[in-house]
């Protein structure tokens, strides 16, 4: 495991899956959090279907004496999500056979969510990846164990982007829409991602964060840094597009193959889709 495994803050720890790639750089980091002492504790990603990584988490959230309250996710691609119902039956059978083996699993954790049965919720702002009735959306608060998450919509990796606001350690979790190294692949539309990180950049100076905590790679301790040069880069390659545009280029291809000529091939289909993002906004403004 690299370092990005066991890394976080006092109250949220990363536990890195093993599914790295191009795409999902170390791998996606699936995110532990809650209050030092509490029982229940909130998971955000579980990662892909991988049962070797999902049972590690929930043994280790098992073997500190904890409970999982909610699952959430930042987003629905399958990196991220597609462990996440698997994953919670996982940590509701474990905690039920604690709750059997010590007489209980009550106390200061609080229900924080816990559905009827013993169930452990998944939410995400698609209903489509939830599992339970309840989902997310901007200006939602989740509580549990004495834990409080702030809930923003940051649209532009994809459209069901999410970042979650941990004031306790002022800390960002921002999924993919701010990684920890290199830039994100744009699904959405990319209007909406730049107001998206214009206002993680606004929000982040307000609040004085202290770090980011991404859906793949270290974390950033410099937030504004980090976004101004997320902002600027992404600023930069629009004119590039639009260069290439000038110059001829029709379509995202013809785009990517001028663009990212010094980048390796293999990139260049995940390319196209940020390309035609760029593409779509540059004919929204003429």
């Known amino acids: 495991?690299?370092?990005?495994?066991?890394?976080?803050?006092?109250?949220a720890t990363c536990w890195l899956a093993p599914n790295p790639s191009a795409m999902t750089l170390d791998g996606t980091n699936t995110w532990v959090i809650g209050e030092p002492g509490a029982e229940e504790v909130v998971v955000i990603d579980p990662g892909p279907k991988d049962g070797v990584h999902l049972r590690r988490v929930v043994d280790a959230i098992t073997a500190q004496g904890r409970r999982v309250g909610q699952v959430l996710l930042t987003h629905g691609h399958p990196d991220h999500s597609a462990g996440a119902k698997k994953f919670a039956e996982l940590?509701?059978?474990a905690a039920a056979g604690r709750s059997a083996g010590f007489g209980g699993?009550?106390?200061?954790?609080?229900?924080?969510?816990?559905?009827?049965?013993?169930?452990?919720?998944?939410?995400?702002?698609?209903?489509?990846?939830?599992?339970?009735?309840?989902g997310l959306a901007e200006g939602d608060v989740i509580v549990t164990g004495g834990l409080e998450l702030r809930v923003m919509e940051t649209p532009g990796h994809s459209n069901d982007s999410l970042t979650f606001w941990l004031p306790a350690d002022r800390a960002v979790l921002t999924g993919d829409t701010?990684?920890?190294?290199?830039?994100?692949?744009?699904?959405?539309?990319?209007?909406d991602y730049l107001s998206s990180l214009d206002r993680l950049r606004r929000f982040s100076e307000d609040v004085e964060a202290a770090t980011i905590l991404p859906g793949h790679g270290p974390r950033l301790d410099d937030p504004i840094g980090a976004l101004d040069r997320y902002i600027t880069h992404r600023r930069?390659?629009?004119a590039q597009v639009e260069a290439a545009v000038e110059a001829g280029a029709r379509t995202a291809k013809e785009v990517v193959a001028r663009v990212y000529a010094?980048?390796?091939?293999?990139?260049?289909?995940?390319?196209?889709?940020?390309?035609?993002?760029?593409?779509?906004?540059?004919?929204?403004?003429?």
């Open 1 to 11: 495991m690299s370092d990005i495994d066991g890394m976080g803050t006092e109250r």
């Open 236 to 238: 930069e390659r629009l």
């Open 105 to 134: 699993s009550g106390g200061p954790g609080g229900s924080g969510g816990r559905s009827r049965g013993g169930a452990v919720p998944v939410r995400a702002l698609d209903p489509r990846h939830r599992l339970g009735d309840e």
């Open 178 to 191: 701010v990684l920890g190294y290199g830039t994100t692949v744009l699904e959405g539309r990319l209007g």
């Open 91 to 93: 940590a509701a059978a």
């Open 262 to 286: 010094d980048v390796d091939k293999s990139l260049w289909p995940a390319a196209e889709w940020s390309v035609q993002s760029q593409l779509d906004y540059l004919n929204e403004r003429s």
